[in-house]
């Protein structure tokens, strides 16, 4: 019954009982009706070759399958497998017309419980992650093991899985990921599977690799209070996705914590698990698998970028998901991420250049013009001038918005994220509190002085007193910081460029910097 638009059919009237409300999600392999208490997933009749739902009784078996394994975590939420039925042109769960579809029947959970949710409004605790934790050491010591689940930990599985991504998300390199981060997690996940045989040979002989539950992280996890956990929505369609070693589950949800930035809860979450896991050897496979189950987030973003069906703002929005979950992956294989600055004085073409890098390398770009207005609440498309040194370009508001762009650089240079920064940093103190907090995190710094003609400069400047740009220079507060600039012998390694020459000849400077 492809042809089935369940959201157009199933309405107020479709239930067995009288419902109130309906809201109606749909993802690429559902729908999904959410009543006052109950809900209702249909399967659509897609087959994506990792799964296949294209007949009746495919999907029905399929049903049955997602209730039988998610009762091993969340017995109280699934319910059933029941008819839809069709009578008279109108459709309903558990009628008594003609059978068109099966849905998997569950109870409603809290919305406001959900970890997805409770992540982005600060609310996730040590105590929540100790009912997880209680939750999953019995699940997998009682989760199916043996000779059939076995093969899922095998090297040749393994190296599958892995090469399977890679071979996926090849046309996406320089869109989402750079061909260097791409080689690097390649060469990574390959070198690390081959040095390490002896211990995915172990974790089969010591009877961790279970049938576990494939998707385990914040969006599949919810909170009764304190009171209980349900964890929900394992993958029912294909096993090579669920089975394989309890440490790729673990994992999936300690990355996904890093990936909203509880680093100190996602340690906590591991360390709890070992100890009263006493696994030890999670350790050992943790960055590995971390690395692994970000790269498979990165091509699910590839894969909603690439689809046809979603506006140009979900576009951006998926390219930025993929982004971050490619430089996490890149992080946890031991990537050392870039920081490169662009400084000078006012009107020497920072922005311009750093734009137009932008294009051709992701990255976070963090420009001192929006932090400042941003830090003092004002709306940075507008123009506040002010003397030299003088209103918000204040010494002491000067130090806040390095002080916080820094700290901005150095947090994203900790989850694998290049960055780019725009900024005079005119004075030395500023290039030095930089170099003092990078000392905190690994990356490989590049100082690109912009420099320019006064008559040029005088130009642009009075071209942007007519634009909408971050920038409130005037001609007069060029010459004060001219006045003040030394040229900074103290970065190195630094390209010096004059921004006057072509776009093209510039960025084949930068480029060919960057790959010293």
Not at 105 to 112: F, I, Q
Not at 158 to 180: M, S
Not at 323 to 350: C, E, M, N, V
Not at 400 to 423: C, F, H, P, W
Request: proline share 3%; aromatic share 14%; hydrophobic share 35%.
């Amino acid at each position: 019954m492809s042809h089935f638009l369940w959201d157009k059919l199933i309405n107020l009237e479709s239930f067995p009982f009288k419902a109130s409300q309906l809201k109606v999600i749909q993802t690429h392999i559902s729908y999904v009706f959410i009543t006052d208490y109950l809900v209702y997933k249909i399967k659509k009749p897609v087959n994506f070759g990792f799964l296949d739902f294209t007949t009746l009784e495919k999907r029905k078996y399929f049903c049955e399958r997602e209730v039988e394994l998610n009762r091993r975590l969340s017995p109280e939420i699934y319910l059933g497998v029941v008819p839809v039925t069709e009578k008279n042109g109108k459709f309903q769960f558990e009628g008594s017309g003609k059978v068109v579809e099966y849905a998997v029947k569950m109870k409603r959970l809290p919305e406001n419980g959900m970890m997805k949710g409770l992540l982005k409004k600060g609310e996730i605790t040590e105590k929540h992650i100790d009912l997880i934790v209680n939750t999953l050491v019995p699940f997998y010591k009682s989760a199916e093991t043996g000779e059939k689940v076995n093969s899922y930990g095998s090297i040749e599985t393994i190296f599958y899985n892995t090469n399977e991504n890679f071979e996926q998300t090849k046309n996406f390199i320089n869109v989402a990921l750079t061909e260097e981060k791409y080689t690097h997690i390649v060469n990574y996940n390959n070198s690390f599977i081959e040095q390490n045989k002896k211990l995915f040979e172990k974790r089969i002989k010591e009877g961790f690799i279970r049938d576990g539950h494939g998707d385990l992280y914040s969006a599949n996890i919810c909170f009764d209070d304190l009171k209980k956990v349900y964890i929900f929505d394992c993958i029912e369609f294909n096993e090579r996705f669920r089975c394989g070693d309890v440490c790729c589950d673990i994992a999936f949800l300690a990355m996904d914590l890093d990936y909203h930035r509880y680093k100190d809860l996602s340690d906590y979450f591991i360390k709890n698990y070992v100890e009263k896991s006493k696994d030890e050897d999670i350790y050992k496979l943790l960055d590995f698998y971390k690395c692994y189950r970000a790269y498979v987030r990165g091509k699910i973003g590839c894969f909603t970028y690439a689809s046809p069906e979603i506006s140009e703002e979900e576009k951006k929005e998926a390219l930025d998901f993929a982004r971050k979950y490619f430089d996490l992956a890149y992080y946890y294989a031991g990537g050392i991420p870039k920081i490169i600055i662009f400084f000078g004085l006012s009107g020497t073409g920072k922005t311009f250049l750093s734009q137009n890098l932008l294009k051709k390398l992701p990255a976070v770009y963090l420009a001192s013009d929006i932090i400042r207005k941003n830090l003092l609440k004002l709306d940075p498309s507008k123009h506040y001038y002010a003397q030299f040194e003088k209103g918000i370009y204040s010494p002491e508001i000067t130090l806040n918005t390095y002080e916080k762009m820094i700290d901005m650089a150095i947090e994203e240079l900790s989850y694998g994220r290049d960055v780019i920064i725009d900024a005079t940093f005119r004075e030395k103190k500023f290039r030095d509190l930089l170099k003092e907090k990078l000392k905190k995190v690994k990356a490989k710094v590049y100082w690109i002085l912009c420099t320019a003609e006064d008559e040029v400069i005088k130009e642009r400047i009075s071209k942007r007193l007519l634009e909408n740009t971050y920038s409130d220079v005037l001609w007069d507060i060029y010459l004060s910081q001219k006045q003040k600039f030394i040229f900074p012998e103290d970065c190195s390694p630094l390209l010096v460029l004059n921004t006057s020459d072509s776009l093209e000849d510039l960025l084949n400077k930068i480029f060919q910097f960057l790959k010293n």
